[in-house]
């Protein structure tokens, strides 16, 4: 029975034992299987097509598309600016624009014209002048007007039947300079040949400096010969006397304009330490799969802010900060290089002078750079912070919306927008049209408008489209190469207020070139105090019952009656109070939001103190 009893127990055992491994064993196996699918969820709905992609083609019927941007005027380029063959010709092409008191100088490979824009929804053509030689750039400075000449076909006389012979005394490459102090007729009063000719020039007003203003030449052709201009050489850096490497700085004494001259050619791409002239970017790519940019012997575009003493240059295969509180003698502070860039094009700073945004203008703006297979980092900008006065890398910015083959796309000329708190841009795209964006936080730009037509040609590339977007006294003026001038007006949207518009308007200039910077200011105003709020409640640093009671408060305050003091006082007086609080409330809050309230409160107090 003990045998009997003791097999049982085994069988029992083993009985318990082949449970318990096969319960492990279905454990495990149940442990290796994979995760039950989810129930099946809704598809996420697709993103609507741009509506810039697919644009029809055309020269006046083309197709349009525009988020919070609207054409308010136009005119085509006038009949003498017009390519005769009937085509797209860069001898024919608009190009840069400036801006003095209500009227507007458009620049032109073969020479220039100027509008009245007194009633900027219709700009009125007041005299055009021929004077061939590419680019027309052009800048204006109280009764002188300043034009970049380069193309080998530019006279002195500014005559139109060019110049044949290889070497001449009748070739004019440099800056003229004109009196317009009678529209009607502009008269060339100094013409200031330079080795290279001008690209584009920077018209710098120093505030240290009352007798003279100075021209920054920028030339990016070949060099002339010493047969034509004395003292020119184009060899390379192992002549102390190369006319590359260096830029042009011209004195024009206010007294006598004719008396211009090239003051000096600073080596500001110099190596520090050796003293050589060739000190930056040698030309080539940066590796495998990175873009090819050509030696850094040249700038194509410098943009001064004289304000805070610095300069930024966009030159060829680098970016560079200058200091130009001597303008005779700038010094280079900083050089940034980008793996990304083809050709360093030009600069702006944000009003602060704390951030500078440099272009790309990878295939020459001649191309389609703007393509869907196109890199995003690539013929874009890149936004670099300013710290202790040197550059650093923030981010990258690019039109959004895929082009055709037929546009030639890239980054190129554009300015600031205005609106108090933030950093805006606007810019023109050639056939990529115009785009605004917002560089605030320099990591992650945003597009907050745009304006857009179809190709020109939709069977193949006709070179056209924006050279130039800039914002003026509360309008957007863009030059196109083929269609001629446009005006926009901004409109309000998700991402922009109409507050923030009507703060923009209020800041007026007598003056503007694109590359002569300086700070813009706005008045003491409850439409700036609006804006503002418009800003923190849109980034939720304050709660929305504060929005709305603060608001409330400077409708009250703003209708107040002048005439009525003691029901004002007591208005602004509420408006005080409300905003007492307004700092601590937001005192967790981002940086820039508590820039931000603090510049609401000191703008209603200003406001209450001019009141009284």
Not at 295 to 319: M, W
Not at 322 to 334: G, K
Not at 464 to 493: C, E, H, K, M, Q
Request: negative net charge; charged residues 20%; aromatic residues 8%.
């Amino acid at each position: 029975m003990r045998g009997t009893q003791t097999a049982a127990m085994s069988l029992v055992r083993l009985g318990l034992c082949g449970s318990v491994l096969v319960a492990s064993l279905f454990a495990v196996t149940e442990a290796q299987q994979p995760p039950a699918a989810p129930p099946p969820q809704p598809a996420a709905p697709e993103a609507p097509p741009d509506p810039r992609v697919g644009l029809k083609p055309g020269i006046d019927d083309a197709g349009v598309a525009a988020l919070n941007l609207e054409l308010v005027g136009h005119l085509p380029k006038p009949e003498a600016f017009s390519d005769p063959t009937g085509g797209f010709s860069l001898n024919f092409a608009n190009s840069d624009l400036a801006f003095k008191g209500t009227h507007l100088y458009l620049g032109n490979f073969h020479g220039f014209n100027f509008y009245n824009i007194e009633d900027p929804r219709k700009p009125e053509l007041r005299v055009s002048v021929p004077c061939p030689g590419g680019q027309g750039d052009l800048s204006v400075y109280r009764n002188l007007m300043f034009m970049s000449v380069e193309q080998t076909r530019g006279r002195i006389d500014c005559g139109t039947q060019g110049v044949e012979a290889p070497v001449s005394a009748e070739r004019f490459r440099g800056v003229r300079i004109f009196d317009i102090s009678n529209l009607e007729k502009p008269r060339q009063i100094a013409a200031v040949q330079t080795c290279r000719g001008s690209h584009t020039h920077t018209l710098l007003v120093d505030p240290k400096d009352k007798s003279n203003v100075y021209i920054y030449g920028s030339g990016t052709s070949s060099v002339r010969s010493a047969e034509e201009l004395a003292g020119c050489s184009g060899l390379g850096p192992e002549d102390p006397n190369t006319a590359l490497f260096s830029i042009d700085v011209i004195q024009v004494p206010l007294a006598s304009p004719e008396q211009a001259r090239v003051v000096n050619r600073p080596r500001i791409f110099a190596d520090p330490k050796t003293g050589a002239v060739a000190g930056l970017w040698p030309g080539g790519d940066h590796g495998r799969g990175t873009q090819r940019s050509s030696v850094t012997n040249q700038c194509h575009d410098v943009t001064v802010f004289p304000e805070i003493g610095l300069a930024a240059g966009a030159c060829s295969g680098n970016g560079i900060l200058l200091d130009i509180s001597d303008p005779v003698n700038p010094v280079r502070l900083d050089h940034v290089s980008d793996p990304s860039f083809a050709y360093w094009h030009s600069a702006t700073f944000n009003n602060d002078g704390t951030k500078v945004v440099f272009t790309d203008e990878w295939g020459g703006g001649t191309q389609p750079r703007c393509r869907a297979t196109d890199l995003p980092t690539w013929g874009a900008n890149a936004i670099f912070d300013i710290d202790n006065r040197k550059l650093r890398f923030g981010g990258y910015y690019k039109l959004p919306a895929a082009q055709t083959e037929q546009e030639n796309c890239v980054a190129h000329n554009g300015s600031i927008i205005p609106v108090p708190g933030r950093d805006i841009m606007v810019q023109g795209w050639y056939q990529g049209g115009v785009t605004v964006f917002d560089f605030t936080e320099s990591s992650k730009p945003v597009e907050i408008a745009y304006f857009d037509r179809g190709p020109i040609d939709g069977s193949k590339l006709l070179v056209a489209g924006f050279w130039s977007t800039y914002w003026y006294n509360g309008f957007i003026y863009g030059s196109d190469l083929g269609r001629g001038l446009d005006v926009l007006r901004l409109t309000p949207g998700p991402q922009l207020s109409q507050n923030e518009i009507d703060a923009a308007a209020l800041v007026k200039l007598d003056e503007f070139n694109a590359q002569h910077q300086s700070r813009l200011t706005w008045p003491a105003s409850f439409v700036v105090a609006r804006a503002y709020l418009d800003q923190l409640d849109r980034s939720k640093a304050l709660t929305t019952d504060r929005v709305t009671s603060l608001r409330a408060a400077i409708d009250r305050a703003d209708k107040a009656p002048q005439n009525v003091p003691a029901e004002r006082r007591a208005a602004l007086e509420q408006l005080d109070q409300l905003t007492g609080p307004l700092e601590a409330e937001a005192a967790k809050a981002p940086w820039r939001d508590q820039v931000r309230v603090k510049a609401l409160v000191s703008t209603i107090r200003a406001v209450r103190s001019l009141s009284f």
